[in-house]
Every structure is written in structure tokens, then in C-alpha cells.
């Protein structure tokens, strides 16, 4: 980097004398171990395709030197924007530069993008959020989102783990121990900016590349995909939504099938580096996927639907439809515990992603139902249903949250998508207005659904949604006012579209293997209520854990398990944490460390507290131990 500091990179070229156009991938997930078996997917199908394709630790993590930051700060980009620079100055390289990327490094694509660097032409990002504070991690619409605690203990997880003394050399042990003095965890740093700031936000308008968003719809980040589309030019952009979870669509994870995600992103990258006039430009500038009912259950392999076509974004295909409820006013006071049945924040393919039957959650909630005519088509809806609620707030703090489900005739419940409102939140003026009337409007989170005839559309209404927001202080609910109130569908009207996917091809098997354990695995996800205290617990293990054996002899073995806890007394018993531990073993260099993590956060009504101690050890000796505990002021959040 222009400071001296070298980042670690594997680079698979093809075998030709020629300089051919770079790609790269730029990630804080360890690229010799933690992402490996994903690497050995793509980068070398990739070079198998005439491209040098490039992947590269994040400074401060994996092999790479230097320090980790927080994700959102500004060296992070700025080395990003280092790289393309560097990849276009190589002699193998013809200086025209493609980024991608998924999750955090679909984010980073796009800030990359945002500085317009001259080599950077083309981008695809995969699960990519523009606004943390929108419909991303910590941040759901201006409430807190419990969610974040274990995604920042895997990060700093990562981040404590030491550089790999078979690529990092003998100076493995020094540069780990600078880096365990200087890391931070994340948690306090996002909980301390609860407010849109410049801190991880872009312009549309600098963006230069031309950019292939893509997102699941059971992604939390899947807005992104769509103000994409809109906001950059036609002739830059094109979009995708499937019915996946946070990973690339060629990998055949539940709910979605896999398609051939690789030999699309090869035509986008002909086009847009090599100048090879092969139509994808004039594909629809949105192909999505529209769900069918199905039964509520926490795992499909693969969900009933179709892909549909869509020439812009807004589609001159979607009419908002308008829905009023009616009714006299109902208090809406949710228990402290409703929210228990939401599935995980980030799904990622793992068989307790998805909500179960909502049923529970409907019957702690305020619902209003419209039925599908039974002789009539399937009412179809692709973008962001919003609502407008006509409300009295009973204290100053306080949350709204809309749950929009697929009620079937045998009443079970399926969970489309939801939003909230925090009452007191970042988007509004000051704290909520107790005594009078208000009309509030928020929309919720993106959604590709058909309600088939005879099924009923339910926006359930609850103030309450543990464990995914962080409860408001009072917890005193809302009187709502139906009359006033009400649900508006983006409807999509019948089309006959012809979406076409090649099948998904990879690189060879990358030799990565999970030893056979006896051991009896503990339960994915289960909820737990103590009746005599008035407890309930939910336990979320995100099946990380388990030995992966490397081709190069590294044994990888984690485990982790996150649990969020609240009583039947009020909000402010809200607690939740994450435990984290990992083994780095090579027998053959005698080399074994490990990282153990424990996090914690619980609030009262001026702030939160977080709690981390991270204790690591070489050879069964702690090298390492530290805790931290800060204390964060509750801002509107």
C-alpha cells in the first residue's frame, strides 16, 4: 500500500502471454482459510476464462499486515482504491479493472466504486448494503438491531486471529500479538453512531462503473438492489433478485436454487473489460424472483415461484395498491418477547434461517386481513410495501413494527417481510408525541410475493420485536386507530416473461474436508420459556462450527453460540450474547493457537452496555487476555 504496509493476495492468472483485464475480491475473511473453499469456486474459473483473478485480505486481517479497522472507516476504501490502481499498473494486466464481492466485500465494491477510480470499469456486488442505518447491520430503520452483537463477535473473532506462519513467515507471532494490542471491538463504535452520518454512505452520482447489484430476498441488505436501480443510469446498471439468503447464487444453499451465476458475471465482465458486444445490456434492467405460498417451515431446499422482467425500476408493470383498514381504535401492547418467531437476521443457508408459523406472533400483534378472491388471480407485489398508521402514542420512546404475512384456509401464517418505526428515532425530530394523534408512514423491507386465491394478506401491527430490535425503555405500546390507517402493495401486473439461467458451473472441488464427529449436535435454533421466572431464551447456533481439514494441512475447528434472553417484566431485561472460539492447528510446523471470544449487551434506559473478553493461547499458553466493558448513552435508538 502507498504506506508501506503489504496486503496478502493469491493471484490465479491464465496461462497466455497476453495481458488480460483484473478482477478482484477484497475481503477481511482470511483468504488461506476462513473464505478458501469459496475462492477455489470462482477465482480460478475465472483465470480458466482469460482474466487475473485477484483476491486480497483486508488490511489488519488474515496474512495481511497492518491494523483492522472498523469496516466503515476511511482506509479501508482507500486501500481498495490502492489495489485497482496496482492491479492496473501490472505488466499482465491491461489496466482495465473489475471489483466483486459479497456481503461486506460487495459493500466495499461499492465504496470502491463511489471514489471512481479511472481502471475501475465494472462491479458486481452480491448482498452489498449502501445504508447501514437503513435495512442494514446495526441499524434497522432507526432502532437497534440485537442482531448486530453477533456479527460483531465473529468480526472481531477474525480479526484476533493470527497471521498463518506457513505464508506469514516467522514474523507469524509478532505481527499477531501488534495486532491483538491494537484491535477494537465493533459493537460500542456502531451502538455510538445511531444517526445518518458520513459514515458509510456514498453518492450515486460518483459511481462511474457499471454495476450488477444482486441480492436474496431473504437478505436483510436486499433494498440496496433496488435503489441501485434506480438511481444509476440505465445504460450502468443491471439488477437481479432471487430467492436466496447471503451468498453467491451459484452455491446451492436453501431456500434458492442455484443458477449459473458464474457464466453471467462472465458476460458482464466481456462487456464491460474486454468490449465484447454479447448482449447483456440488453437484458431487463431488473430480473426478480416472485414467490408462491407455501406452508411456514424454517428450511426449504428450494421454494415454489418465477422469474419476471422488469425494463426500469420504478417498473411501469408495479401500481400501488392502497388497502384501508377500518375499524374503532386498539391498543397495541405487545409482550416483551414478541419477535421470537422472525428467523435469523442473516440467513446463510443454514436449515433454521427462515420464521416459522407466525401464528404466535400474529396473536401478540393487532391484525388486519384482506382476502384473495377465490375465483380471481393471484394478487402479485414486487418492491417495498409501505404502511401509514394513525397512532397515539402512550409514552415517549416506543417502536412500531408491521409484519406482512400469507395467511393460508388452514390459518397458518408465513411471514413475507416486515418493517418498523422507531417512535423516537433517527429519521424523525425529536421523541414521540404522547397525548395526540399522529399519522406515521414507513415502509418495509423489499419483498417478491404472490398471494395465491383463497390465501388472505395480513399486515400484523406489534410494538415489540426481540430479539431482533433492541426494546425502547417504556415498552408501553400504542393506541392505534385503524380509520386512519393503512397498508399500500406495490402490485405487479400479470406478464409473461422468459428469464433464462445456465445452469451453475465451478472450479474443480477445492480439496477442503470436514472430518465424521460423534458427537450429537446441539440444536440449531430453540426457544426456551421458563415459566416460574418468566424467562424466555432463545439459543441460535449459526453452524459455524465443526473441523474443516485444508489441502496444505490446516486444521480449522469453531464453534459458536448466541443467545438472547428477556422477561416477562419488561423491556429493559433484554440481554443477549455471543460466544465464539476457533483452533488453528498445523501438525506437521507444530503450530496450534486459539481464540476464545465472549460478548455481551444489555440496556437500561440511558444506554447499553457491552462487555467483550477475548483470551488467546499458543500451545496451550495465553498469550493474550483482555475485556473490555464500555458504556454507550441510548440515543434516539
Avoid at 364 to 380: I, M, Q, R
Avoid at 488 to 500: I, K
Wanted: proline share 10%; net charge negative; charged share 25%.
Amino acid at each position: 500500500m502507498p504506506d508501506g504496509t503489504p496486503l496478502y493476495a493469491r493471484v490465479w492468472r491464465p496461462v497466455t502471454d497476453e495481458p488480460v483485464p483484473a478482477l478482484l475480491e477484497y475481503d477481511p475473511c482470511r483468504l488461506t482459510d476462513g473464505s478458501a473453499a469459496r475462492d477455489g469456486q470462482r477465482h480460478p474459473w475465472y483465470a480458466g476464462h482469460g482474466y487475473a483473478s485477484v483476491r486480497v485480505d483486508v488490511r489488519g486481517h488474515g496474512n495481511s499486515g497492518g491494523l483492522p479497522g472498523d469496516g466503515l472507516d476511511a482506509t479501508g476504501t482507500d486501500d481498495g482504491v490502492a489495489l485497482v490502481h496496482w492491479l492496473a499498473g501490472q505488466p499482465w494486466c491491461t489496466g482495465r479493472v473489475g471489483v466483486f464481492g459479497v456481503s461486506w466485500g460487495g459493500s466495499a465494491a461499492l465504496r470502491i466504486a463511489a471514489r471512481a477510480p479511472g481502471p475501475l470499469k465494472a462491479v458486481v456486488a452480491v448482498g452489498a448494503t449502501d445504508d447501514p442505518h437503513g435495512r442494514g447491520l446495526p441499524h434497522l430503520d432507526g432502532s437497534v438491531l440485537a442482531g448486530g452483537l453477533p456479527r460483531a463477535a465473529a468480526l472481531l473473532s477474525s480479526a484476533c486471529r493470527p497471521p498463518d506462519p506457513r505464508y506469514a513467515g516467522e514474523e507469524w507471532r509478532e505481527r499477531w500479538l501488534e495486532r491483538l494490542e491494537a484491535v477494537e471491538p465493533l459493537l460500542p463504535e456502531w451502538f455510538a453512531h445511531p444517526a445518518r452520518d458520513e459514515r458509510g454512505e456514498e453518492e450515486y452520482g460518483t459511481i462511474r462503473a457499471a454495476v450488477l447489484a444482486v441480492g436474496g430476498l431473504h437478505d436483510p441488505h436486499r433494498d440496496t438492489v433496488l435503489r441501485l436501480a434506480e438511481h444509476l443510469p440505465p445504460d450502468r446498471v443491471r439488477a437481479v433478485l432471487g430467492p436466496w439468503s447471503v451468498h453467491y447464487p451459484d452455491r446451492a444453499l436453501p431456500p434458492g436454487s442455484a443458477v449459473g451465476f458464474l457464466q453471467e458475471t462472465l458476460r458482464w465482465w466481456d462487456h464491460h473489460l474486454k468490449g465484447i458486444g454479447n448482449g447483456v445490456m440488453d437484458e431487463p434492467l431488473l430480473r426478480s424472483w416472485i414467490g408462491g405460498s407455501h406452508p411456514p417451515a424454517p428450511v426449504y431446499r428450494e421454494l415454489p415461484g418465477r422469474w419476471v422482467a422488469d425494463p426500469s425500476w420504478p417498473s411501469p408493470h408495479v401500481t400501488p395498491v392502497t388497502y384501508g383498514f377500518g375499524g374503532t381504535p386498539v391498543a397495541v401492547a405487545s409482550p416483551p418477547w414478541t419477535g421470537v418467531d422472525a428467523g435469523r437476521l442473516l440467513p446463510s443457508g443454514n436449515d433454521g434461517d427462515l420464521p416459522p408459523d407466525q401464528r404466535g406472533e400474529d396473536a401478540l400483534s393487532a391484525c388486519f386481513d384482506f382476502t384473495v378472491p377465490e375465483d380471481g388471480e393471484p394478487v402479485e407485489i414486487l418492491g417495498r410495501p409501505s404502511v401509514r398508521l394513525t397512532l397515539r402514542a402512550d409514552a415517549p420512546t416506543g417502536q412500531a413494527v408491521a409484519r406482512l404475512c400469507d395467511v393460508a384456509p388452514d390459518g397458518s401464517s408465513a411471514l413475507v417481510t416486515q418493517g418498523a418505526l422507531n417512535l423516537s428515532g433517527t429519521d424523525r425530530a425529536g421523541p414521540a408525541r404522547t397525548g395526540g394523534w399522529e399519522s406515521v408512514r414507513f415502509e418495509l423491507g423489499t419483498a417478491g410475493h404472490a398471494f395465491a386465491p383463497g390465501h388472505r394478506v395480513r399486515l400484523a401491527v406489534s410494538s415489540a420485536y426481540w430479539p431482533w430490535l433492541w426494546p425502547q425503555p417504556d415498552g408501553a405500546g400504542f393506541t392505534l386507530d385503524p380509520a386512519g390507517s393503512s397498508l399500500t402493495l406495490p402490485v405487479r401486473a400479470p406478464t409473461r416473461d422468459t428469464v433464462v439461467w445456465e445452469e451453475p458451473e465451478q472450479a474443480g472441488p477445492t480439496g477442503v474436508t470436514v472430518p465424521g464427529t460423534l458427537e450429537e449436535p446441539r440444536p440449531e435454533r430453540t426457544v426456551v420459556r421458563d415459566v416460574v421466572k418468566g424467562e424466555w431464551r432463545l439459543e441460535d447456533d449459526p453452524r459455524d462450527g465443526g473441523t474443516r481439514v485444508h489441502p496444505d494441512g490446516l486444521e480449522v475447528t469453531e464453534d459458536a453460540l448466541d443467545t438472547y434472553t428477556i422477561e416477562e417484566s419488561g423491556p429493559l431485561s433484554a440481554r443477549a450474547r455471543s460466544d465464539r472460539s476457533v483452533r488453528l492447528h498445523r501438525p506437521d510446523l507444530g503450530w496450534d493457537v486459539t481464540v476464545e471470544l465472549r460478548a455481551g449487551t444489555t440496556c437500561d434506559a440511558d444506554a447499553f452496555h457491552t462487555s467483550h473478553e477475548v483470551v488467546c493461547a499458543e500451545g496451550g499458553e495465553i498469550v493474550f487476555h483482555r475485556t473490555w466493558e464500555r458504556r454507550i448513552p441510548r440515543a434516539a435508538g
